[in-house]
Each structure stands twice: as structure tokens, then as C-alpha cells.
């Protein structure tokens, strides 16, 4: 029956093509209005009371914007200050290469990545058309001159040939959409030559020219040298990607992201002073040992006819490791980092049997071993060596950056907790779900706020003698372990999203409990709470602004109450706050923006 | 088998362990700084000052936190109900087919959904800030509506001395109101025939409500009947209290533990009771038993502070009782502007929204709108065409396959991510510390910096806010069930 | 059927056309379904035969031609809408019972709101209706509970309870497992025996050719044949139709 059906189908779609071709209704702006806007009496009230309302709305808000005595030499003056409060001008040059290995990886990841989406004409047009009509609202709704509306009109008009070229000449032509990006950028760029964007100094109520000389100061050279390693990077990554196997040049590239965030601030911004008499004779020997030692259990481990006896020794490793963790309390010194490697390599071993397999997936284990080994003991080396960049403050980083700092910092450390809370809330194990649904509950029901004076206050109560941490780790450690309770329920959505059959066509494969988890659950329930997870990193971004209250330099306070407070800007809280509401509305909309795409990308990968 | 039990008891005891740990540190290092845990701050004058609320010189600590939940819960009140009527506005706009109302929604949305709402409340506070200055005789409309950067007075009505026996009338009168509609409504339902059910409840009611007015003195009596309910109920002893506690959380475990287990059974039988289950029974008659403890051991404070507030609460509504009193209801006034310093400032009548308030207000209705909308449409979209087609088919008009097919349908998906932000706007509120509203972390932080007590007012605010949050997903989880589709 | 008795006409089309977008669904339909007539509309998916029916009750607007239903004209006047709508009854291919109410509930609901009759009657005929359809004893559950076959009938009844003039089927059984098909088709032809007007949309050819007193075959949005079963089954004249009868049978 159902292949006849298909057959007819095939009839039917046959002989359409030989029809007369379909009569089109009428279609233009009028009947539009009509439909769109006065379709019934209610709806042209509607239309009328919303046209009001828009009016209103744009009016005011761009007479605001553009009204004489607004102060936006507030923000102008200041972009440094809100964006790395007082990292010291003679070192700025480490924030430029700190963002230019951000741009770096950015130009690999698309060429890596293939980012090769394309933009019609069409789409285009409608583009050119919307930033006419943007231009437009701004002439008629702004106070300007009557000279800058005729230049206001003129590139108006411009655009809206472009965009009607684009539509109704070459619709079907198709530009790549990275193209679109970095010409934009490129435009952006290249305007800061032309137009003075930021004035960078303002003495006794007077404007002052950008100082030449250091990079600090002017921000036109460093944004082309950005765009350029971008655009080199891109090239590089085009080059090299069918040369390496595109698993390793993903997983290589995905490590450097994570590693993006204590590569720039540990080493780069805070630039330590290292002692390399202290290096080779402590830091050298502790990793090579546990290199060495860790390789050799590792390997025992994971080797096939291990068994039961690997999980014993594994989880006997984990309780010891635990207690030696624990014996600092009770006056046994040991260098921390010896503790931390202790831990890492006990949980690295009760993961050997999910990997225990032929010699090459086991050689492949112990390089992955040594590898987390060096980085880790690398970065608890620079975080150990104090810093040579002379800031005020105890925190070298303040405004955006740091914003920037404890939003990514959180969500590298909420991701981990989170996913082993959703494991536990989830799994088989009573007690597990008891202490995981007890903790996210108890997350939950909390404000935020309330956990943030906890850590800020409280938190150095709790800990040992001698240990101290710093007001911005205490508000990581907090934002983290407060994110950690969301992100878990969001993934535990995923995870109960998964068909009892996955699990059970896995037990018929043989596959262990853990395997499961790792290979055939996690993937599956990640991919399917991306939009969630990507509203809790929106989420966790805009509460940064929460630092301001317990009292940190973040970029709210610098806009609120630095800026806002000093003498020559006295009353400019409100161009401040717009600003800094501007910033977080970009970042934020353009994440949505993309989760969106990313969405209709992985639903089309289902199919 | 054996390593899961084993790994879990591991577990459990490291966790155990670790926070006992902590507390251990945290006991010696409070020690070593001279500050010992008590709760004696609760009951001393603070010496504090509030901005605003029901007491504004508190004469104890205790008495200053109530004022911050007080006003934590009148701006979570009036937020809930301005954002669910907003954001539901809102929501339906942006499914609207009207262009230029579709678009104004999706803005208002996108721009408000992606800005930190504490950047929004202080920007609000801000443009409060540049109102016009408060003096006498500022207007728009003077003695009536008055807007300026101090705040926003508007005219009150509020309950008066007669008010609580004018209140009985009413009570009865929404009593008969409601049997009236409903004997109207299955009169319509058996005839057919329109029988203005609704007009005649709330006639009823309006009709006791302006008897009230005239017959209330005679109410009075009810008076001396409360204050003997509280005799009564102060003179129960403390121990009878802690029996009845104990024997309502035994009888609500065993309640739990039927329920659970009729959910197991089968046609054949009990089904075997996985660990899983076992764990959960013994864990619910653990719980019992915990409660009685703390009911009998750790905190037998509680049944006196029971018997006591209870007591307290009939001898107050026996004093606002007298027999014959003759007093109105309700009264009304206006706002007011006074001055007994350098400067004028509102006086104590009329309804005055403070800065703070305001500010606060605005804040958490305009942001927690938007993500209602985003709700309210999801909910809307979610129920199939086909059902709104089927409800066309069989000639139900669009308001009425709404209200009788869309609406419930959607209420089911729309609910429980509107307990979420009914959640998060309460939550939301903390954020007055920022502009100084003193809401119950304001205060508690006010009352910590003056204590030192920062541990035990952290405590209390968690155990708030987690008890505001179980009571809303209580009312959300009960219409839920109430919403719930049977299927199959 | 004798065809002697003068019949009214039931509904009537005139030239009706219908795009969505660039794509022409129905291409000038004109056809007249008179009362007490069963018309089965055949043709291959994507035919139009949905469109047509659905634009018979105004679930999709036509631009162009005019369908009179009952001497009514469809305009865009709401209350004509109305008061046409609740004149025809409509059997969906998806059921679209309202899940949240129960079996009687989702019969009454119309009778109540728009029939404006007393529940007590209108719950007696919900239930005759049930009794009709062969299920009495479902009632008091929800639709989730029924079987596909079950929640088809309790859809017909359901648009029979506002006592239609005309009642539409838009493939009512092609989401049914085979076995519940029969179940379904047999209420349908008891229905037709009763001499209610019915436009059926199917691939049932059986049933077809059994109840219908005329049988219209669409292609491409088009009348290309319509005819008694007889004819239509023995001796179609067109090609296009006698192709697809090659393959269907």
C-alpha cells in the first residue's frame, strides 16, 4: 500500500511539471498593510497604538543619546579604564598578545572548522535594506543638523541601492559569510584611523590628543595587528588542515581554548618571575616522577586481563590520596602540588579500565596522562611565582577583562561539577541522589547574592591555618559551585531525554557502566540541552554584574562608580550605565544569535 | 553490588568528613578572633535605622529581619503580579499577526532579556534620581499624584478600625456569592438559558459588602470569642504541642510510604521492591524520626514559640473586635508633603513608592516580563493546530476555543517554567542592596556589620528564601497535578 | 440511488483556486455535492483533496471562485463563518481530540457553548452518539487511554453531536493500524446509510466503491474525472485516471 502511495507521488510530481505554470496572486505593499497591519478595526488601533509607541520610544531614546549635554566624554575618556582598569601602561602590550592569541585561535577554529556558511544576495539585500532604514529612524528621530541628515539621507540612499541591486539583480549570488564577518570587522578597524573614537585623555575640562608613542594609547595599530593574526591564522589553519588528521587538529585546537583563559592571565598578563635554580632542582624532578611512576601504574592498569583487581587498586588509590589530601590538616607538609598530582593520578586510574584495551589506545592513555601532568604542573609553577607587573590593588585585572575572567573561569569550573551532579541526581545510587538533589536544591532556593557574601566573608573561616583566598577567587569559587546546580539541571534534562533503548543495545554490546555514560549517554544529552546550556553561559555572564555589589572592580562598578565619581564627570551615571548595557547587550545578543544557528546546524544533523 | 553500597558509604563519609572538617576550622578560627556563635543578637536593640518598611526604628534584631522579609515579600507580591500581567501582554503580542506589534514585543524582549537586570534597577534608580526635585506643591497633579525624585505618592486606601468586623460580612458574603453562582451555573447548564452566574455571585457579594457597611458594629462580639480561643489554645501544654508535631510527621511518612507502595502494586501483587525503593521507605521513617527529634531534643523551643504565636495571633484579632464600635471600614487618603528638617519629604499618609522601590520594582517586573512572554508563547505554540482547527470545525468562536482549548492546554507547559520565574523574581529582589531598599539581605547585611553575627544572618536568609522557594513550587506542584492530561 | 427525488444542493463550488505561496493547490474547482449525497474524492497525495475540504470549511481561505455551503456564501464575515461551521462536522486524519478533557466533555463541549442546549440533554445525545459508535463504555476516560480506532470514533461522534447538515472526512483512517480501520470505515458507512451528506477523502477503494453515490478523482489540484463508482472503477475515460487506478489496484 505504502509503495503505491510513493509511486502515485512520483505520478503526480511528474505530470505538475508539465502543467501551465501557477497563476500568482497579487502581492504588493498596500495589500501587506492590509493584511499585516489593518487586517480588522482592533488590529488598526493596535497598529496606530503601536506606531505611537514606537515613535515615542525611538524619539526619546535618541533624543537622549544625542542631546547636547549628554556626557559621553565619560565613557570616551575612560575606555581604558573600563576595559583593564589600571593594568600599567609600560606592560600593556601583554593585554594586546594576550588578545592576539584569542585571535589566533579564532582565525584556526574556522578554517579548521570549515566555517563555510554562505549568505545569498538576497539575504544581503535585506541587510543593506534594514541599515537604510536604521539610518532613516536616525535622521528623523534625532536632533541633528540639517547638514547631517542630507549625509545621513546620502548613505541611506546608497545602501538602499545596494540592497536593491542585491535583490533584484544578483538574488541568487552567494558570498561567504566569514567574507561578510571580517570585512566588517575590517571596516570597523579601519574607521578607528578615520574617526576618533575614544579620546584617550581629559585635563581640566579639556580634550586632550592621543599621546603618540606607546601602544597603550592609541588603539588603532594593535586592533590591525589583531585582525590581521586573524586573518593570517585562518590562513595557516587553511594550509595545514588537510595535511593532519582533522580529530587531532580539532582535539589540539579545543585543548587551547581551554587553556586559553591560565595561558593569558597565569603566564601572559601576570608575567611571573620564575627562579630557574628552584625550577630544576623541585618543579622538574616532582613532574618527572610522577610522569614516570604514574606512566608505569597507568599502563599496569589499564592492561585487558587486569579485571577486578585494577578497580581495587584504583579505588584504594583514591581513598589514599584522599587521606593524604586530608593529613595536611593534621601538620604533614607536603608541597601542595605533590597533593594535587596525587589526586589527579588516582582519578585518572579508576578511568584505566574503561580505556584498558590494544597497545595503541593504551599508549594513547599514558601520553593523554603526561600531557594534563606537564600543563597542570606548569600552570601551578606560574601560579605559584609571583607576578613582575606592578598593579595597584592586589588584582591586576579590573573592569571588562576581569568581567571576562570570572565569566569564562566560572564556566570551566561549573561545567565539571555540573556534569557529575547531573550523573549523580540521575544515577541508580540513593545516596548519590540524595547528596546531589540536596545540593541543587538547596542551590536553587538561594540567591545568588547571598552565596557570594558567603564566599567573600565567610568563606576564609572555613579554611586551614595559613590558607588564604583572594576576594576575586572566592567569587569564582562561588559563581562556580552556584552556576554548577543550574547547569546540572539542565543536563539532567538531556540525560533523561535518552531512550531507555540506548541503554539497553549498549548493555547488549557488553559495554560497562562508565563506557556507557561517557560514550553513548553524555554525547547524546549534551547535543540535546545545547539551548539551555547556552542560556545558563548567557545567564552566568550577565550575573558577573553581581561582582559589583560585593565590592570588586568588575566593569559595572568601573562605569558606575569610578567613572561615574569622578570630578569632571560628576552626573554622568546614566551615559555610563547605557554603555556598559550597550557591551553586555552585544555580547549576550550575539551569543543567542549564534546558539540559534548552532540549534538549526545540529537539528539538521539528527536528520 | 557490594562496591556500589561500598562506594556510596565512602562517599557519604568523605563528605561527611570534609564538612565537619570545615566546621571544626571554622569553630577554631571564630574562636582564635573572639567571636562565638549565638543567636542573643536576634533579641537586642540592633540600633539600627531602616529605609522603609513596616517598623523603621526596630527594636531588636529579630524584629528587623521581619521588617526586611516584610519588605522582601510586598515587593515579590506586587512584582509577581505586575510581570505575569505584563509578560503574558506581551507574550500574546509577539503571536500577534499585526506587524508592527509582533515587532515591538520581539524588541522589547530581545533588549531587556540580554541586559544584566541589576544594571537595569541601578539605571532605573538613576532616572528616578533626575525627576523633578520634592518640594511643596509638586505635582503633575498636586495632593493627588506626585512625582519626583524621592519617590512616586499616590492616593491609599486602607483598612481602618472597623475593618475586621466589616470583614466578617464580607466573608459570609463571598460564602452565600459563591453558592449563588454556582446554583446559577448548573441552573444554565440543565436549561440552557444564559443565567448571568457571575453577575449575580459578585452582586451578592457587593450587596453583603454595602449591608456591612451599615451592620458591622453588631459584629463586635466575636471579639471576647477570639480572645477565649487564645486562652485556650496559650494554655496547652508544651509537651501535648510536641506529641501532636510528632505524631502529624509519623502519620505523614506512613500517608507517604502507602502511597508509594500503591504505586507499586499490580495486578499480581506487590512488584518487588528494588534497593532503590527500600532506601526510600527507610529514608522517609528516617525523616520522621529526625523530626521528632528535632521536635523534642534539638529544638523544643519551637512548639512553646507554636503555642505562643498562635496564642498571640487570636488575643490581636479579639482586640480589633468591640461590640457596637462604631468606625468605618476603610478610609482613604492622599499624599502628603511635610517638612521637619532642611528639606521637604513625604509625610506618612498616601502611598508612597520610595526611590528604592521604585527602582527596584521597575527593575524585576520589566526583566522578568520578558522572560514570562518567552513562556507564555512557548506555551501557546506548543498546543497542535490541529486542536484549535478541530475547535473551529465544531463553530467555536475564536475567544471561546481559547478559553476552552488553547488556554488549558497550554497552562500545562506554560506552569512549571512560571514557577521558575515567579522563583527567580523573589530571588531577583536581593538585588536592593544595590539601591538600598531594605529588603531582608539589606538589612541583614546592615544588622551583620553592626553584629558581627555574619554566619547566623547568613543562615537565616537561607532558610528564607529556601522556604519562599518550597512554598511556590508547593502552589505551582498543585495546579500542575490539578493540569494534569491522563494519558494512557 | 434513484436519483428521481429533486435534491437541494448541498454546497456548491464555483472556480475555486488556492496558493500557498508560488504553489497552486487547488487550479478552478468546480463541483456541486447535493444533500443526502456520499462523494469520495480520490487522487494521489498531494492532489488538493485535502485543500479542497478544508477550504469547504474555511480551515484554509480560497482566493479565488466562491463555495456556497446551504446557500451560504464563505466570506470573511465571522459570524457567517460561525454559523457555517457548526452547519458541518469534521473528522480529521489526526483525530485532534482535546486531551485535557474527557470523552463526554469532548462531546458536549459544542453542544454546550455553541448549541447553548442544557447539559443534561446534551449529555444524553453524547451518549446515544456513544452508543452509535460502539463504545458506551469509554465515557468517563481521558483521550489519551483510547486506541486510535476508539479516539476516530469518539471524533465522529463528537462532530455529529452538533447535529451537522454535511460531515467531512479528511482521511479519517490513514493513521490507523490496519486492524482498527474497519472499526472506523463501519460507522462511517452506517452513517452514509442514514442518509447524511458526506464529502469523504480516502484511499479506502473499498469502501469507495461500495458507499459512494459519486466518486471525484483530483490530480494537481484539478477535477479530472467524476463519475459513479461503477464507471469510475469499469470504465474511466481519462488516461491519467486509468493509470492510477493500474497502480492502485
Not at chain 2, 563528605?15 to 537586642?44: E, P
Not at chain 2, 498571640?312 to 528638617?341: C, Y
Request: hydrophobic share 50%; with cysteine.
Amino acid at each position: 500500500m505504502d509503495e503505491k502511495r510513493e509511486q502515485l507521488d512520483w505520478v503526480a510530481a511528474a505530470e505538475v511539471e508539465g502543467e501551465k505554470p501557477p497563476e500568482v496572486p497579487p502581492h504588493g505593499p498596500v495589500v501587506w498593510a492590509r493584511e499585516n497591519l489593518f487586517s480588522s478595526v482592533g488590529s488598526g488601533i493596535l497598529t496606530v497604538a503601536g506606531l505611537i509607541v514606537a515613535l515615542g520610544f525611538f524619539k526619546g531614546m535618541l533624543g537622549y543619546i544625542f542631546g547636547a549635554d549628554r556626557k559621553w566624554d565619560a565613557v570616551a575618556t575612560n575606555l581604558r579604564l573600563y576595559f583593564t582598569q589600571a593594568y600599567p601602561e609600560d606592560q600593556y602590550v601583554r593585554v594586546w598578545v594576550a588578545v592576539g592569541v584569542a585571535m589566533a585561535l579564532a582565525g584556526l577554529s574556522a578554517a579548521i572548522w570549515r566555517a563555510n556558511g554562505r549568505i545569498t544576495g538576497y539575504k544581503l539585500g535585506g541587510g543593506s535594506f534594514g541599515l537604510a532604514g536604521g539610518l532613516l529612524t536616525l535622521l528623523l528621530l534625532s536632533p541633528f543638523s540639517w547638514r547631517a541628515r542630507l549625509i545621513y539621507l546620502l548613505v541611506a540612499l546608497v545602501f538602499i541601492g545596494i540592497g536593491q541591486y542585491l535583490r533584484s539583480v544578483r538574488p541568487k549570488l552567494e558570498v561567504p559569510a566569514l567574507g561578510v564577518i571580517v570585512g566588517t570587522l575590517a571596516v570597523l578597524v579601519g574607521s578607528l584611523w578615520v574617526v576618533p573614537y575614544g579620546k584617550h585623555t581629559f585635563v581640566d575640562g579639556q580634550v586632550q590628543p592621543p599621546r603618540p608613542g606607546t601602544v597603550a594609547m592609541t588603539t588603532k595599530l594593535p586592533w590591525t595587528v589583531m585582525l590581521l593574526v586573524m586573518i593570517v591564522a585562518y590562513f595557516v589553519g587553511k594550509a595545514v588542515r588537510d595535511k593532519v588528521s582533522p580529530g587531532l587538529a580539532k582535539g589540539l585546537l579545543s585543548a587551547g581554548w581551554m587553556l586559553l583563559l591560565p595561558i593569558d592571565y597565569f603566564v601572559i598578563l601576570r608575567d611571573p618571575a620564575l627562579d630557574y635554580g628552584q625550577v630544576f632542582r623541585v618543579d622538574v624532578p616532582i613532574f618527572l616522577a610522577f610522569a614516570v611512576a604514574g606512566s608505569a601504574i597507568l599502563w599496569w592498569l589499564s592492561s585487558p586481563h587486569r579485571g577486578e583487581i585494577g578497580r581495587v587498586v584504583a579505588g584504594a588509590m583514591v581513598i589514599g590520596a584522599g587521606v593524604f589530601w586530608l593529613a595536611a590538616a593534621f601538620g604533614l607538609s607536603v608541597r601542595q602540588i605533590v597533593r594535587i598530582d596525587l589526586v589527579m593520578l588516582a582519578v585518572v586510574a579508576l578511568a584505566a579500565p574503561t580505556f584498558a584495551g590494544e597497545k595503541a589506545i593504551r599508549r594513547k592513555f599514558i601520553i593523554g596522562w603526561v600531557v594534563i601532568l606537564a600543563l597542570v604542573n606548569y600552570l601551578a609553577m606560574m601560579v605559584n611565582t609571583p607576578s613582575t607587573v606592578d598593579v595597584p590593588g592586589s588584582f591586576p585585572l579590573g573592569g571588562f577583562s576581569l568581567t571576562l575572567l570570572v565569566a569564562s573561569a566560572t564556566l570551566m569550573m561549573s561545567f565539571p561539577i555540573g556534569l557529575i551532579l547531573a550523573l549523580g541526581r540521575t544515577s541508580k545510587m540513593p545516596i548519590f541522589r540524595l547528596l546531589s538533589t540536596t545540593y541543587i536544591e538547596v542551590i536553587r532556593g538561594v540567591p545568588l547574592i547571598t552565596i557570594l557574601i558567603f564566599f567573600k566573608i565567610i568563606l576564609n573561616l572555613f579554611l586551614p591555618d595559613g590558607m588564604v583566598l583572594g576576594n576575586e577567587m572566592a567569587a569564582i569559587l562561588g559563581y562556580s559551585l552556584f552556576s554548577a546546580a543550574y547547569l546540572a539541571e539542565n543536563v539532567r534534562g538531556g540525560l533523561q531525554s535518552i531512550r531507555k533503548g540506548q541503554y539497553e543495545a549498549a548493555a547488549a554490546l557488553g559495554m560497562s557502566t562508565p563506557q556507557t555514560t561517557s560514550f553513548i549517554v553524555l554525547p547524546q544529552a549534551l547535543r540535546a540541552v545545547v539551548p539551555p546550556l547556552v542560556s545558563g553561559v548567557i545567564a552566568t555572564f550577565k550575573e558577573t554584574s553581581l561582582l559589583f555589589i560585593i565590592g570588586l572592580f568588575d566593569f559595572l562598578r568601573i562605569g558606575y562608580v569610578v567613572v561615574g565619581g569622578q570630578t569632571a564627570f560628576v552626573g554622568s551615571q546614566r551615559e555610563n550605565l547605557l554603555f556598559v548595557a550597550f557591551i553586555y547587550w552585544i555580547i549576550t545578543f550575539s551569543i543567542s544569535r549564534s546558539s540559534v544557528q548552532l540549534e538549526k546546524k545540529l537539528g539538521l544533523g539528527e536528520r | 553490588m557490594v562496591i556500589k553500597w561500598i562506594s556510596q558509604v565512602v562517599v557519604l563519609i568523605l563528605v561527611v568528613v570534609g564538612l565537619a572538617f570545615f566546621a571544626a576550622q571554622a569553630g577554631s578560627n571564630l574562636r582564635a578572633k573572639n567571636i562565638d556563635t549565638s543567636w542573643r543578637f536576634l533579641s537586642v536593640n540592633p540600633g539600627i535605622q531602616l529605609g522603609e518598611g513596616i517598623d523603621v526604628n526596630p527594636e531588636t534584631g529579630a524584629r528587623a529581619l521581619w521588617v526586611g522579609m516584610v519588605n522582601t515579600i510586598r515587593v515579590s507580591v506586587v512584582g509577581l503580579i505586575l510581570a505575569t500581567i505584563l509578560g503574558t501582554i506581551i507574550g500574546v503580542a509577539r503571536l500577534s499577526k499585526n506587524w508592527i506589534v509582533n515587532k515591538l514585543s520581539t524588541t522589547y524582549i530581545e533588549i531587556i532579556r540580554n541586559v544584566p537586570l541589576l544594571v537595569q534597577i541601578l539605571f532605573w534608580a538613576a532616572v528616578i534620581s533626575n525627576w523633578p526635585e520634592l518640594t511643596h506643591g509638586a505635582g503633575p497633579i498636586d495632593g493627588w499624584l506626585i512625582i519626583t525624585n524621592k519617590g512616586i505618592g499616590l492616593p491609599r486606601i486602607f483598612p481602618s478600625i472597623g475593618f475586621y468586623q466589616w470583614m466578617v460580612v464580607v466573608i459570609v458574603g463571598a460564602y452565600v456569592g459563591r453558592r449563588v453562582y454556582n446554583k446559577r451555573e448548573t441552573e444554565r447548564e440543565e436549561t440552557g438559558r444564559e443565567t448571568h452566574a457571575l453577575v449575580s455571585g459578585l452582586g451578592v457579594v457587593l450587596a453583603f459588602a454595602a449591608v456591612g457597611l451599615l451592620i458591622h458594629p453588631v459584629f463586635g462580639f466575636l471579639g471576647p470569642v477570639f480572645t477565649a480561643i487564645g486562652d485556650f489554645v496559650g494554655g496547652i501544654p508544651v509537651f501535648v504541642v510536641q506529641l501532636l508535631l510528632s505524631a502529624a510527621m509519623v502519620a505523614a511518612a506512613a500517608l507517604w510510604i502507602k502511597r508509594f507502595l500503591d504505586n507499586l502494586r499490580t495486578p499480581a501483587g506487590l512488584a518487588k521492591l528494588t534497593d532503590d525503593d527500600i532506601f526510600r521507605i527507610v529514608f522517609a521513617g528516617f525523616a520522621a524520626l529526625m523530626g521528632i527529634v528535632l521536635v523534642f531534643i534539638v529544638w523544643p523551643g519551637l512548639s512553646a514559640w507554636l503555642i505562643h504565636s498562635s496564642r498571640d495571633f487570636f488575643h490581636f484579632l479579639g482586640d480589633k473586635f468591640e461590640w457596637l464600635r462604631t468606625g468605618r471600614p476603610l478610609d482613604a487618603e492622599r499624599p502628603a508633603i511635610t517638612q521637619t528638617g532642611r528639606f521637604p519629604n513625604f509625610s506618612s499618609s498616601g502611598l508612597v513608592i520610595t526611590k528604592a522601590f521604585g527602582a527596584l520594582l521597575f527593575g524585576v517586573v520589566l526583566y522578568t516580563a520578558a522572560f514570562i512572554a518567552e513562556i507564555v508563547r512557548a506555551g501557546i505554540l506548543a498546543v497542535p493546530k490541529g486542536q484549535t482547527e478541530a475547535a473551529g470545525a465544531l463553530g467555536l468562536s475564536r475567544g471561546l476555543a481559547l478559553r476552552k482549548v488553547v488556554l488549558p492546554q497550554a497552562m500545562r507547559v506554560i506552569l512549571p517554567p512560571m514557577g521558575n520565574q515567579y522563583l527567580n523574581l523573589v530571588k531577583n529582589t536581593s538585588l536592593a542592596i544595590a539601591v538600598g531598599f531594605a529588603d531582608l539581605v539589606q538589612v541583614g547585611q546592615t544588622l551583620y556589620n553592626q553584629t558581627g553575627r555574619t554566619l547566623e544572618v547568613v543562615a537565616i536568609w537561607m532558610g528564607f528564601y529556601l522556604a519562599m522557594s518550597l512554598l511556590i513550587s508547593v502552589i505551582v506542584n498543585f495546579f500542575n497535578v490539578r493540569l494534569r492530561i491522563v494519558e494512557r | 440511488m434513484t436519483g428521481l427525488e429533486s435534491r437541494a444542493d448541498m454546497i456548491v463550488c464555483q472556480g475555486v483556486k488556492k496558493w500557498f505561496g508560488d504553489f497552486q493547490a487547488l487550479r478552478g474547482i468546480d463541483m456541486t455535492v447535493e444533500e443526502r449525497e456520499v462523494v469520495v474524492v480520490l487522487g494521489p497525495s498531494g492532489s488538493g483533496k485535502s485543500t479542497l475540504i478544508r477550504c469547504i470549511n474555511r480551515l484554509e481561505v480560497h482566493q479565488e471562485g466562491r463555495i456556497f455551503v446551504d446557500g451560504i456564501e464563505l466570506t470573511n464575515d465571522l459570524r457567517n463563518i460561525e454559523k457555517i461551521r457548526s452547519e458541518v462536522g469534521m473528522v480529521f486524519q489526526q483525530f485532534n481530540l482535546f486531551p485535557h478533557l474527557t470523552i463526554m466533555d469532548n462531546i458536549t463541549l459544542a453542544p454546550i457553548w455553541v448549541r447553548k442546549k442544557p447539559r443534561a440533554e446534551a449529555e444524553a445525545l453524547a451518549m446515544e452518539l456513544l452508543e452509535r459508535v460502539g463504545i458506551p463504555e469509554q465515557v468517563d476516560k481521558y483521550p489519551g487511554q483510547l486506541s486510535g480506532g476508539q479516539q476516530q470514533r469518539v471524533a465522529i461522534a463528537r462532530a455529529l453531536a452538533m447535529e451537522p447538515r454535511v460531515m467531512l472526512f479528511d482521511e479519517p483512517t490513514s493513521a490507523l493500524d490496519p486492524e482498527m480501520i474497519k472499526e472506523v470505515l463501519d460507522v462511517m458507512k452506517e452513517l452514509a446509510r442514514t442518509g447524511m451528506t458526506m464529502i469523504v477523502v480516502t484511499h479506502e477503494m473499498g469502501f469507495a466503491r461500495e458507499v459512494a453515490d459519486r466518486i471525484i478523482f483530483m490530480e494537481s489540484g484539478e477535477i479530472v474525472e467524476e463519475g459513479t463508482p461503477e464507471h469510475f472503477f469499469t470504465n474511466p475515460t481519462e488516461d491519467r485516471t486509468k493509470l492510477f487506478l493500474s497502480q492502485i489496484l
